[in-house]
């Protein structure tokens, strides 16, 4: 009896340790999210992970608009160790899926209903060839205005800007008052966030779609696309000397601390805004940028889930995805994150005045056709085309070409 007992708490004590280094499940997930919006937002999914029992290892790779992320990405691919889940956007997806990198979730996606519940434009990029590889966190949108309210009282702006004429006014107004008008970081996607919205202004939908979904040369070299160039041409002289490279959290900061009247800035910027304490419609404006109002140009997060082996790595992915796909997570996510549920079904009454006008517009662009990819965050055209935009818009607003010798790249651009 002695000699088993003895035995026993042998064996416990000699399994005890090991048992306690036995990895739980666990998901890598490698992401862009690291500004303090961001990861308040992230925080809420791992947490909800953690209280499921499946540990978090964090990969996050600076750099908004996630080019450095997806850098990263190549690097950890061709080493033969993909991380479970990876932050990408549109096309990017796609062409991970082609290259047969990503997971199959068609059953997981089957039990839960995805298709019923996940707005097409969206499964346009979660699914490839039929195949559910990706789950969408959320549906942010780059054509908005984030303005400091006591910055535009000082400066004697007292109404809304409505055109881009008016728009164009005010920001002269804040900057005459001493402040910077327009809070910009000269990074190229930084400037073709911007872009996507002038377009939308300058051409309307219609013109966005022949010119940059079409490539059609015409449209890309019309005087319209010149009118285009010539706006950016007008922000650019309203933005402050130290602008370029600077961080767009750091350029939200600006006008967080009222040091700059406006960003033109995707949704995500009210992350920043919500993470320091300021309360929409009090201490902030948000507003589609003045001309745009019923457009929305749209790009979503998803997480691509990539092949992983191991029946405890894949349990531990498919829990991810449902953790994603829940509702009530996508309700607090996006809440914290500034966007907009990627399920029809999530109710809008926990969502700031923000974030209720962001999925009234969501749902009234998709209703008369007026939603758009974003050129900017891949939902327009593949990475490649996207960089080669990305190029003419960056030497544009830095002044190496002018409008027209722009209107011309662009049109060589879309060529290649
Ligand atoms: C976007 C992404 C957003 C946001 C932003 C800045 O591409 O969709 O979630 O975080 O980059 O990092």
Redesign the pocket.
């Known amino acids: 009896m002695k000699k088993t007992t003895l035995a026993l708490a042998l064996a416990a004590w000699v399994s005890l340790p090991a048992l306690a280094q036995q990895p739980a499940q666990q998901v890598e997930v490698l992401h862009?999210?690291t500004?303090g919006g961001?990861a308040a937002a992230l925080k809420v999914l791992k947490s909800n992970l953690e209280k499921d029992g499946i540990g978090w290892k964090d990969s996050p790779i600076a750099g908004?608009?996630?080019e450095q992320a997806m850098t990263a990405l190549r690097a950890r691919v061709s080493a033969g160790i993909p991380p479970t889940a990876v932050q990408m956007?549109g096309f990017d997806i796609q062409d991970w899926a082609k290259d047969g990198r990503l997971a199959n979730l068609n059953d997981l996606a089957a039990k839960e209903g995805w298709d019923a519940v996940v707005p097409a434009p969206l499964q346009r990029f979660s699914k490839h060839a039929g195949q559910w590889v990706a789950v969408p966190v959320?549906i942010?949108s780059t054509n908005w205005v984030w303005a400091n309210k006591e910055v535009l009282a000082k400066a004697g702006v007292t109404a809304e800007p409505k055109t881009w004429d008016e728009f164009i006014a005010a920001a002269e107004s804040v900057q005459k008052a001493g402040f910077i008008a327009l809070a910009h970081g000269g990074q190229p996607w930084q400037e073709a966030t911007i872009f996507d919205g002038v377009v939308l202004a300058t051409g309307g939908v219609d013109f966005y779609r022949k010119a940059f979904i079409e490539l059609d040369p015409a449209a890309l070299a019309s005087p319209t696309m010149e009118k285009v160039f010539h706006r950016m041409s007008q922000l650019r002289k309203l933005v402050d000397k130290d602008f370029s490279g600077r961080d767009?959290n750091v350029a939200s900061g600006m006008v967080i601390s009222g040091k700059a009247g406006f960003q033109i800035m995707?949704d995500?910027a009210k992350g920043e805004f919500l993470n320091a304490k300021k309360v929409p419609g009090k201490d902030f404006a948000c507003f589609r940028l003045p001309g745009t109002q019923g457009m929305v140009s749209f790009?979503s997060?998803q997480f691509a889930m990539f092949l992983v082996k191991g029946a405890d790595k894949v349990a531990a992915q498919q829990k991810l995805a449902a953790a994603i796909m829940d509702k009530g997570f996508q309700s607090a996510f996006n809440v914290v994150?500034g966007s907009v549920p990627a399920r029809t079904d999530v109710s809008d009454k926990d969502f700031d005045d923000c974030g209720k006008k962001g999925i009234k517009d969501l749902a009234e662009a998709a209703r008369k056709n007026t939603l758009v990819g974003s050129i900017a965050?891949g939902h327009a055209v593949p990475a490649s085309l996207k960089n080669a935009f990305y190029d003419v818009i960056t030497r544009h607003f830095n002044g190496q070409i002018d409008d027209k010798k722009a209107v011309a790249a662009m049109v060589a651009a879309a060529r290649q």
């Open positions: 862009w999210w500004s961001e908004g608009g996630g956007l959320n942010h767009w995707g995500w790009n997060d994150k965050h």
